[in-house]
């Protein structure tokens, strides 16, 4: 399975902007770069995806590189409810054409107030 | 509220038992997915299905078994329980979004004892 590497943790300031970076080494044409984060005692919640180009939506952006290999998660100004494990996934297609997440261990982000 | 439901929320049960979970997706969305979180091995995809059959296989255990209904709600089924079935299982819905990002359901603890 398609593999991303990601720091264990990070912590980050009320309000300040946040950079979570993730290497894909291995990452192929068709794989998407998904991000998902899950609060405590959640279950994962969908943040945003990309293949080729960086990415908006209102929760965070997703940039790029331009060989594909490694993307980071930008939140623009984190506040203490953006406290959570993130986890940056590639979306796989098998053989069948099937597409699943395969979840690494994620980025423990804390928000100090 | 990602409207993907799960029940029962919490279940205690001995080892050799068997217990059935159960998922209701997003009203509308035809994929259906069950994943494990353990403490060891993190949040694991076991199996999709799609509008009633089986679409993708992860690391889901012979003594587990799957089966998304006509009205799209699926059911886990886990028998001959071990110790080490103790985890979190969610289950997420996708239907045909843009990115298919999935939507999690709150999950269901088990308990082996």
């Known amino acids: 399975d398609a593999k991303t590497t990601q720091p264990n943790s990070m912590e980050s300031n009320e309000e300040e902007p946040v950079h979570l970076p993730c290497n894909h080494s291995t990452i192929s044409g068709t794989d998407y770069i998904h991000w998902y984060r899950q609060l405590p005692s959640q279950g994962p919640e969908y943040v945003i995806h990309g293949l080729t180009s960086n990415v908006n939506n209102r929760m965070a952006s997703l940039a790029i590189a331009e060989d594909r290999k490694s993307s980071t998660l930008i939140l623009h100004r984190a506040t203490l409810r953006d406290a959570a494990v993130y986890y940056c996934i590639l979306r796989v297609r098998d053989v069948q054409g099937a597409q699943k997440l395969v979840f690494g261990q994620g980025t423990r982000l804390t928000i100090n107030p | 509220d990602s409207g993907v439901t799960q029940t029962p929320k919490h279940l205690i049960t001995a080892t050799g038992q068997r217990v059935t979970l159960r998922c209701s997706p997003r009203?509308?969305?035809?994929?259906v997915y069950w994943y494990q979180q353990s403490l060891d091995q993190g949040l694991q995809f076991l199996i999709q299905y799609y509008n009633g059959e089986e679409r993708a296989k992860g690391n889901i255990l012979e003594r587990f078994s799957a089966q998304q209904f006509p009205d799209l709600h699926s059911e886990l089924n886990l028998s001959s329980l071990e110790l080490g079935d103790s985890a979190l299982y969610f289950c997420?819905?996708?239907?045909?979004?843009?990115?298919?990002?999935?939507?999690f359901g709150p999950g269901t603890r088990l308990t082996v004892l």
């Open positions: 009203s509308g969305d035809l994929s």
């Open positions: 997420a819905s996708s239907g045909r979004g843009r990115g298919n990002e999935q939507f």
